[in-house]
C-alpha cells in the first residue's frame, strides 16, 4: 500500500508538471510574437512594452512587478535597450530566477546579427549611442529567426516534455518566415539601393535585409534633437541625392520631418518599429506585411 500511495503521488506530480503552463514575460511586443510562434498554447506570453512605445523609455509600474514576480522566463531585447528602465524592476521583482545568469533569463541578442557595434570608445557626447552594437536587430526576418531557435532551446530545457512539440512549432516557423521573406524582398527588389532618411537609427537591419541606403538621419546623434544647423544641411543633403521618404517612428513628433520633407520635396512615412504600433499589427508577419507595403508605395 505504501509504495502504491508513493507511486500514485508521483504520477499526479508528473501529470501536473506535464499540464503546467509556461509563465514568459518579454520586454518587447516583437519578443512576444516570436515566442508565440514556438510556444503555442504551452505558455502565457507578455510584453511588458507596448508597440506604440519608444522602448528605450518605458514607464515602470506595479503591474510590472508583479508580472516578473510570476515569471518564469524573462525574454530581453539587450544590447543595453532597457537599461533605464528593467534592472530597477528585476530588482524589485525578487525573482532571482529571471535575473541576468539565471535560468529563467534569456537575452535574445546573444545569437543575433548585431550591427552598428562602436569600434572605439564611447562617451556621452555621441549621444544615446549603444556601446554594445544597435539593439534593433529584430527588424530582420533572420534575426527573427535566430531569437526563435534560443527562445526553443531555452523553453525545451524549462519543459523538456515539450520539447517535441516546440521543435515542431520552430520549424514550422522557420518555413513560414522563410516564404514571407522571399515575398517581401520581391516587393522591394526594384528599389534597390534607393537613398532614405530616417528619424532614428532604428532600421540598420531592415534596410541592409532589403538593400536600401540611409544617407542621414533627423537626429544629429542618437537622442538629440537636431539644430537648425543641421535641418539645412540635411535638406541639402536630400535635395542633392534626390531622397524622397523620410522614415518615421510613431512615437516622434512628425513636425520636423514635415517641414523638411517640405522643404525638399521628400515624404513623410511612418512605419511601425514593432508588433502592436497599429490594432491591425498583431504578429511579427503583419508588421512586415504593412511596413513594405507602404513603404513600397511611397517609393513607387
Do not use: C
Not at 62 to 75: C, E, G, Q, V, Y
Not at 209 to 237: D, M
Not at 254 to 276: C, D, Y
Amino acid at each position: 500500500m505504501h509504495r502504491l500511495l508513493i507511486a500514485a503521488f508521483a504520477l499526479v506530480f508528473a501529470l501536473n508538471a506535464q499540464g503546467k503552463t509556461l509563465n514568459i514575460v518579454t520586454t518587447t511586443a516583437d519578443l512576444a510574437s516570436i515566442t508565440r510562434e514556438v510556444t503555442g498554447d504551452r505558455a502565457t506570453v507578455t510584453s511588458i512594452a507596448r508597440g506604440f512605445q519608444d522602448p528605450h523609455f518605458v514607464e515602470p509600474k506595479p503591474s510590472f512587478l508583479l508580472l516578473l514576480r510570476k515569471a518564469d522566463l524573462l525574454i530581453v531585447v539587450g544590447r543595453e535597450l532597457e537599461i533605464g528602465w528593467l534592472p530597477a524592476l528585476l530588482d524589485q521583482s525578487r525573482n532571482a530566477t529571471i535575473r541576468p545568469g539565471g535560468p529563467g533569463y534569456l537575452d535574445a541578442s546573444s545569437g543575433a546579427d548585431i550591427l552598428d557595434r562602436p569600434t572605439g570608445p564611447v562617451n556621452r557626447s555621441m549621444g544615446d549611442i549603444h556601446a554594445l552594437g544597435n539593439p534593433h536587430y529584430w527588424l530582420d526576418p533572420a534575426n527573427a529567426v535566430r531569437i526563435a531557435i534560443q527562445v526553443q532551446k531555452r523553453v525545451s530545457v524549462l519543459q523538456p516534455e515539450n520539447a517535441a512539440f516546440y521543435n515542431s512549432r520552430l520549424e514550422s516557423f522557420k518555413q513560414r518566415i522563410n516564404e514571407a521573406n522571399k515575398r517581401w524582398t520581391a516587393m522591394l527588389a526594384p528599389y534597390r539601393g534607393t537613398k532614405i532618411v530616417t528619424y532614428h537609427n532604428s532600421w540598420p537591419n531592415f534596410v541592409k535585409r532589403f538593400g536600401l541606403n540611409v544617407v542621414g538621419f533627423v537626429e544629429p546623434k542618437p537622442g538629440v534633437p537636431p539644430s537648425p544647423s543641421h535641418l539645412l544641411a540635411l535638406t541639402n543633403l536630400m535635395k542633392r541625392e534626390k531622397v524622397k521618404v523620410i522614415l518615421v517612428e510613431p512615437y516622434f513628433d512628425l513636425k520636423t520631418p514635415q517641414a523638411i520633407a517640405q522643404r525638399s520635396g521628400a515624404k513623410v512615412l511612418t512605419m511601425q518599429p514593432s508588433v502592436g504600433g497599429t490594432p491591425d499589427v498583431t504578429d511579427y508577419f503583419k508588421l512586415f506585411d504593412k511596413n513594405i507595403s507602404k513603404l513600397v508605395a511611397a517609393l513607387r
